[in-house]
T-cell receptor, first 114, second 114 residues
Framework: QEKVQQSPESLIVPEGAMVSLNCSFS?????SIWWYQQHPGKGPKALI?????GNKKEGRLTVYLNRASLHVSLHIKDSQPSDSAVYLC??????????????FGIGTLLSVKP | NAGVIQTPRHKVTGKGQEATLWCEPI?????VFWYRQTIVQGLEFLTY????????DSGMPKERFSAQMPNQSHSTLKIQSTQPQDSAVYLC????????????FGPGTRLLVL
């Protein structure tokens, strides 16, 4: 059973700070890794995904994947109060004929203070 | 584009009653997913349809939960004889083709079983 662990559980940063969120997974054969953002009372929203080892940058977001260490991180540059939300790491795992399935971590609660 | 629509947004039922939750996927999306979200367990996969056909129901509690997709514009999740432990936010998501595409989530239905 794939396990996805996220750290820290919560984080408070001042506006403009760089934010680093961590996610570890248990199966190196996992497919893509996704990061979702969830605001209170809303559904999760996909932010960025990565498949290959290395990094991927989109706007203020950079994600780093290291399959050997089963670790992925999300970095948010120049954080804004609107970035305050729960960030969910999800691992896409291949289940054969059923296709891929997203296995989610519990999430990290980010609060960006003005 | 209205996004994924879920109704009702909130539902309160008494123990033993039936609850039916509705989901309208994004027009043109052929895959529909149901998830359940609680504080303790996080976001858990329940079931998945592609082109209205059930593909994977491995996350569904066997006896009281059922899901259907009678047409391409809506899916339902039915819980019979609701129990307090069924209290959760039920999220519906859709994607363009299937499990490897970005999943777009609705706002969820918050179910409270008293």
């Amino acid at each position: 059973q794939e396990k996805v662990q996220q750290s820290p559980e919560s984080l408070i940063v001042p506006e403009g700070a760089m934010v680093s969120l961590n996610c570890s997974f248990s199966d190196s054969a996992s497919q893509s890794i996704w990061w979702y953002q969830q605001h209170p009372g809303k559904g999760p929203k996909a932010l960025i995904s990565i498949f290959s080892n290395g990094n991927k940058k989109e706007g203020r977001l950079t994600v780093y994947l290291n399959r050997a260490s089963l670790h992925v991180s999300l970095h948010i540059k120049d954080s804004q109060p609107s970035d305050s939300a729960v960030y969910l790491c999800a691992v896409s795992k291949d289940y054969g004929s059923s296709g891929n399935k997203l296995i989610f971590g519990i999430g990290t609660l980010l609060s960006v203070k003005p | 584009n209205a996004g994924v629509i879920q109704t009702p947004r909130h539902k309160v039922t008494g123990k033993g009653q039936e609850a039916t939750l509705w989901c309208e996927p994004i027009s043109g999306h052929s895959a529909v997913f149901w998830y359940r979200q609680t504080i303790v367990q996080g976001l858990e996969f329940l079931t998945y349809f592609r082109n209205q056909a059930p593909i994977d129901d491995s996350g569904m509690p066997k006896e009281r939960f059922s899901a259907q997709m009678p047409n391409q514009s809506h899916s339902t999740l039915k819980i019979q004889s609701t129990q307090p432990q069924d209290s959760a936010v039920y999220l519906c998501a859709s994607s363009f083709r299937g499990t490897q595409d970005t999943q777009y989530f609705g706002p969820g239905t918050r179910l409270l079983v008293l």
